[in-house]
C-alpha cells in the first residue's frame, strides 16, 4: 500500500500552525478539537507535532486512558522530559529514570520538583495542580513554553481529581506561557464539560469540530488506498455512503480488498461479487475487523450500566423506528425506561436526538445492526453458511436500493421524503422545522432565469414552497424566488431553496432579509437518515 497522505485536513492544519504561531509570539488561544470517534483527530495532531519544529516550543503528548493518576503522572514528567531532551544530541530512552538523570545539568530547579512530585505521598489533587506548574518552572528555567496536548481529556475525570476543572482553571489563568491542546472523540460529553464544569474555562478554549471527509475527499482518499485497483463507480460509492466518509473504515475496506487483490480475475479491476465477500468477511466473521469492533460497542453498553434493552432500543432505532412513540409500540417498554436508556446512550455519544428523532452516530454500525447482528445473535439457523448467504443477500438489497435512489432526480426523492412527514419536528441549522403532515405534495414549474424546477406542498394551515437549484447560487436567484413566492396568497408558508452548491455569505444574508431557508446536501441527508432512506451523493 501506499505510504500515509494528508487528505482534507488542510483547513485544520493551517489552523493549528497559526495558533502555535501565534502562541510563539506572545498571544494563546487554547484549541479544543472534537469529533466522532475515528474522524482523525490524533492523526491530525500527531501529523503536524512531526513535521513541528521550534525549538522554543516544547510539545508534551499525552493519550490519556482510563489509568490511575500514578502512570498519568508518569507519562506527563516522562512527555516533558523527552520533549525538552529531543533536541539536545543525547541519546534518549523512554525510561524516566535515566531521563531525569540526563536532564538534571540543564533544568535542576524542574527536576527538583519532579523528584518531590515522585517522593511525597500527598494528596493527589495538589499534585495535579503542580503538575502542570512544571510547565511554568521550566519556563522560567529555560525560557520555552509548553504545548500540553491532552487527547481524550475526559478520561482526566476517571483520576478521581476531587476539584479538576477548578485546578485547571487557575493555571489557564495564571499560566500564560503553557497553551493546551484538548481532544475528545465523546461531543455530547466535552461540549457539556466545556459549557459547564469548565464554566470558568469556557471561552478560553476554540472549539473545533472535525467532520468526516466529504464525498469528494472520500473518493480521492478510497482511490488513493486501493493503489491502481478499479471499482465500478456505483458501487465506490455505496461503499462511501455505508462509510459515511470515516477515514477508518474507508482505510479497512480498501486494504482488505488490496490484500485480496492476487485472488482477482482481473489485475486491476475488482468485480462486485469480489467486494461484497470482502464485506460480509469483515462484518459477519469472527475474526473481521468490523464485526469484532461493533461487538466492542455491544459489549462496552455494559461498562456504561446499560443491559440488553439498550440493545434492543439500538436495533429499533438502526431498522427506522426512531422516535420514541415507535419504540414504545415495538418493544412495549415503558416511557421512563427508554427515556433513561436514550438519555445514557446520548452521554456516551452512540445515538444523537434531533427534535423527535434519535440517530445512531455510526452508519456503519448501525448498518451492521439492522442487517448482521440480528442473525449472529437470535438467528434460527444455526448453519454458519447459510447464516453468511443471508446477509450478504441482505447487503446486495441494500446495495441495489442505492443505485436505485441514486438515479432518482433530487426532488423525485425529496417528495419521497415529504410525503412520510407525519407531525413530527427535527432542528436543521439551528432552526426548528415542523414536519407537517401534508395533504397535497407535487412538482411545480418555476419561470425564473435559473430556478426552474421545485414542488408544493400544503397542509391544512401551511404552504411550503420549495425550489432546487443545481448551480451556484446568487442573490438575484433569492430575489427572483421571493417575487414569486409572493404569488401565493397563504400567509403562513415556508420558502426553502435547495442548492448542491457552497452559500455565498452575501446570499444568506440576502436569504435571511428575504425569510427564506437554504438548505445544502447535509440538510436532506440528515432528513434522509432520520426517515431511513438513502443518503444523496455530492
Not at 493503489?227 to 480498501?254: C, T
Not at 437549484?469 to 409572493?486: G, H, I, R, T, Y
Amino acid at each position: 500500500m501506499k505510504k500515509e497522505i494528508f487528505f482534507d485536513r488542510n483547513f485544520y492544519l493551517e489552523l493549528l500552525k497559526k495558533h502555535v504561531k501565534d502562541f510563539s509570539e506572545g498571544y494563546r488561544q487554547n484549541l479544543a478539537f472534537i469529533g466522532d470517534e475515528l474522524t482523525g483527530k490524533t492523526f491530525l495532531i500527531l501529523y503536524f507535532l512531526n513535521k513541528f519544529i521550534d525549538n522554543q516550543i516544547l510539545p508534551i503528548y499525552i493519550s490519556i486512558k482510563r489509568e490511575d493518576f500514578k502512570n498519568f503522572r508518569e507519562k506527563f514528567i516522562g512527555s516533558l522530559l523527552y520533549s525538552f531532551l529531543n533536541n539536545s544530541g543525547i541519546e534518549l530512552k523512554e525510561d524516566i529514570d535515566y531521563l531525569i538523570n540526563k536532564a538534571e545539568a540543564f533544568i535542576p530547579h524542574t527536576v527538583k520538583k519532579i523528584k518531590e512530585l515522585r517522593s511525597i505521598n500527598r494528596k493527589k489533587e495538589s499534585i495535579f495542580l503542580e503538575l502542570l506548574s512544571l510547565c511554568d518552572i521550566l519556563n522560567k528555567e529555560t525560557k520555552k513554553f509548553c504545548l500540553v496536548i491532552f487527547d481524550e481529556f475526559q478520561n482526566l475525570e476517571v483520576l478521581g481529581l476531587k476539584n479538576l476543572y477548578k485546578d485547571w482553571a487557575k493555571i489557564l489563568v495564571l499560566q500564560k506561557n503553557t497553551m493546551f491542546i484538548i481532544i475528545s472523540s465523546t461531543p455530547f460529553k466535552a461540549k457539556r464539560i466545556l459549557s459547564s464544569n469548565l464554566n470558568l474555562l469556557f471561552g478560553k478554549f476554540e472549539l473545533i469540530e472535525i467532520e468526516h471527509f466529504d464525498y469528494k475527499t472520500a473518493k480521492e482518499f478510497l482511490v488513493d488506498r486501493l493503489n491502481g485497483l478499479r471499482l465500478e463507480n456505483k458501487l465506490m460509492d455505496f461503499l462511501i455512503a455505508i462509510s459515511d466518509g470515516v477515514p477508518f473504515y474507508l482505510k479497512i475496506i480498501a486494504e482488505s480488498i488490496y490484500r485480496m487483490k492476487d485472488h482477482f480475475g482481473s489485475k486491476d479491476y475488482i468485480n462486485n461479487d469480489s467486494v461484497f465477500d470482502i464485506l460480509v468477511d469483515l462484518l459477519f466473521e469472527e475474526t473481521g475487523v468490523l464485526n469484532q469492533r461493533f461487538f466492542g460497542y455491544l459489549n462496552n453498553l455494559a461498562e456504561n450500566s446499560l443491559n440488553q434493552d439498550a440493545i434492543k432500543i439500538l436495533c429499533c432505532i438502526s431498522c427506522g423506528y426512531n422516535r420514541l412513540k415507535d419504540i414504545e409500540n415495538i418493544l412495549h417498554l415503558q416511557k421512563k425506561n427508554i427515556l433513561k436508556i436514550t438519555q445514557q446512550l446520548l452521554q456516551i455519544d452512540m445515538i444523537t436526538k434531533n427534535g423527535d428523532f434519535f440517530k445512531i452516530n455510526d452508519r456503519l454500525f448501525n448498518l451492521w445492526l439492522r442487517i448482521i447482528y440480528p442473525k449472529k445473535s437470535s438467528g434460527f439457523d444455526f448453519h454458519i453458511k447459510n447464516q453468511i448467504g443471508f446477509c450478504r443477500k441482505e447487503l446486495e438489497k441494500v446495495y441495489n436500493e442505492f443505485v436505485k435512489d441514486l438515479e432518482k432526480p433530487i426532488l423525485e426523492r425529496l417528495i419521497e421524503i415529504m410525503h412520510l412527514f407525519e407531525d413530527a419536528y427535527v432542528n436543521i441549522d439551528n432552526k426548528r422545522v415542523n414536519l407537517v403532515s401534508f395533504r397535497e405534495i407535487k412538482p411545480l414549474t418555476f419561470e425564473g432565469a435559473n430556478i426552474k424546477e421545485g414542488l408544493i406542498a400544503r397542509s391544512t394551515d401551511c404552504l411550503w414552497i420549495v425550489a432546487i437549484n443545481p448551480n451556484p447560487l446568487k442573490e438575484k436567484d433569492v430575489e427572483e424566488f421571493s417575487l414569486l413566492c409572493s404569488r401565493y396568497k397563504e400567509k403562513k408558508q415556508r420558502r426553502i431553496i435547495v442548492t448542491a452548491s457552497q452559500i455565498d455569505t452575501n446570499v444568506r444574508l440576502k436569504a435571511m432579509e428575504e425569510k427564506i431557508w437554504l438548505w445544502e446536501t447535509k440538510n436532506l441527508n440528515l432528513l434522509c437518515e432520520l426517515f431511513n432512506r438513502v443518503i444523496i451523493l455530492g
